[in-house]
Structures are given as C-alpha cells and as structure tokens.
C-alpha cells in the first residue's frame, strides 16, 4: 500500500487532463489528484500506468473506469455534503471514494462476490468507511430510499424503475443506457413522483449492468 511522492506527481498531472477535457468542479478534480488510483489496481504490472487516462482490468470481466468518466459522472451529480447518494456497481472503490472525497454519504452495490470481497477490505484500508452491499444494482436499496442522487456504473440496457423510484424528487440519477458495446450517458431529473426529464450527454463505454443470476 506505498504511495509515494511520484504517484502524487502523476495524479496531480492526470487531474490536469482531466480539466482540459472539460471537467470544472474543483471539489471533482481535488478528488482524482487526491486518491491513490493505483492501489484500485489489482494487478502490481499495471500501476505504472494507473495515472493515464484510460481504464484498466480489475477481474471478474470488470474494470476501473477512465477517470475522465468517472470524473465527468461525478460533476454532473451536482453533489452537496451529506447527500445520500446510491452507487450501482462499486467495482474498485475507485468511484466510491471520488464520491466520498466530494462529501457524499454514499451507499454501494456490487454484483460481482469477487470484487465486493476484495473492496470491502480495500476502502477502510484506505481510510474509506462507507456502507457496501452484495445485491443486485437493478433493485437499488430500498431500505435506505430515498436518494438525494444515484450514479450508475455500468451499461444498463434499459433505465430501472426500482431505482427512478427510489429517487428523491429533485434528485439527479446519471446512469449510460444501452444494449450494445456503447451507451449513451443520461442524466435524469425528477421533477415529481412520476415525471422526470432526461438529457443525453454524449456516448460512453462501460461493462454491462449484471442482473443477480435465477431472476428476471
């Protein structure tokens, strides 16, 4: 777990990137030149690398976003401190602890039992304490509805309705739509319980949104 002066160095280079392709949240940017992206890493080889602008594999046919997505998803949540925010798709922790840093109370799913171990044990590691499920990300977390904000992290191939009304009025829910290798990124507002306006941002690529394996 070293994070040395050079690490700090290249994030403190890769926050620049970042800002140069549009990103102008301060709190956003302070983020990825704060957190140490190469131990979100798994594999040792790939760490030189962590702190270019690219996404990288983390098992489990998964990965850790390129920080510009990450970063772009992130300012466009519009985030205020303590809002409860719901993530689907922890993966690394990478996206946790961006939202973390910019003051989000935030709770996360993962689907994946390989990575939910491994993050679990990650984050409080590096000083990161907030609430991990295993789950399914379609079915949100009703228990802890509602959301001030939900951020989704892989391609879903149709917007969850458990999650649009798991959402606050006024809150702000960004998640990339669609079937295919691309999706478009969405960013939808509810304006009241059921009346939303939707926005899209542009095409990304994420992995696809699993569903828990026996349901529908």
Request: hydrophobic letters at 40%; a positive charge.
């Amino acid at each position: 777990m070293i994070d040395t002066y050079r690490h700090k160095g290249l994030r403190k280079q890769l926050a620049a990137v970042v800002a140069e392709k549009g990103i102008q949240d301060n709190a956003v940017l302070l983020a990825i030149e704060s957190i140490p992206r190469h131990l979100f890493i798994p594999d040792n080889a790939l760490h030189k690398f962590a702190y270019e602008d690219k996404p990288f594999p983390i098992g489990s046919n998964q990965t850790i976003s390129q920080p510009y997505t990450v970063a772009f998803q992130t300012e466009l949540l519009q985030i205020k401190k303590r809002e409860k925010v719901l993530e689907i798709g922890t993966g690394s922790g990478y996206q946790t602890a961006v939202l973390l840093e910019v003051g989000a109370k935030v709770f996360s799913i993962e689907r994946q039992k390989a990575l939910f171990d491994r993050t679990k044990l990650l984050l409080p590691k590096l000083g990161y304490n907030t609430k991990l499920f295993y789950g399914d990300g379609y079915k949100g977390l009703p228990s802890f509805a509602p959301f001030d904000k939900i951020i989704v992290t892989a391609g879903a191939p149709y917007i969850p309705e458990d999650l649009l009304v798991q959402l606050k009025i006024g809150g702000i829910m960004i998640i990339p739509v669609g079937e295919g290798a691309d999706q478009m990124m969405k960013k939808i507002v509810k304006t009241g319980e059921n009346n939303y306006e939707t926005e899209d941002l542009g095409v990304f690529r994420f992995v696809p949104l699993l569903k828990e394996k026996g349901r529908d």
